[in-house]
């Protein structure tokens, strides 16, 4: 009967161990900042101006400059300012000036600036 008991015991602590791993590994992938929803530029009067500041940030992280340098965005748009200011990150010439200037606009116009220093 002991070595039954013994036999229990041990498939009870994995499976308590497993479900503990588990959920550490889960709260690692659910802390990190979701990848923000596609941002159309002929739609930007649709979305607000942080759905947008996260877009244009996300991309240009991901694809370089090259995305700043072709954005096309309306210049009837409510977030053409936040825009312009953004797209003055082509003339810089390092990607941590290109994040402190991110953060600065994003600050500026009271945004959550969260995607900034997320890593995907």
Do not use: C
Request: charged share 25%; aromatic share 12%; no cysteine.
């Amino acid at each position: 009967m002991n070595a039954y008991h013994l036999i229990l015991w041990s498939i009870i602590a994995l499976a308590l161990i497993l479900g503990i791993m588990r959920f550490v590994a889960r709260a690692e992938i659910d802390d990190r900042v979701k990848i923000p929803k596609h941002v159309p530029s002929d739609q930007v009067d649709r979305y607000t101006a942080q759905e947008v500041f996260d877009w244009v940030v996300y991309v240009t992280k991901v694809t370089g400059v090259g995305y700043l340098q072709q954005m096309n965005w309306p210049l009837g748009s409510p977030h053409r300012f936040m825009l312009e200011d953004l797209r003055t990150a082509i003339h810089l010439q390092t990607e941590e000036e290109r994040l402190d200037l991110f953060e600065r606009v994003g600050r500026t116009y009271f945004l959550n600036t969260e995607i900034v220093d997320a890593i995907w």
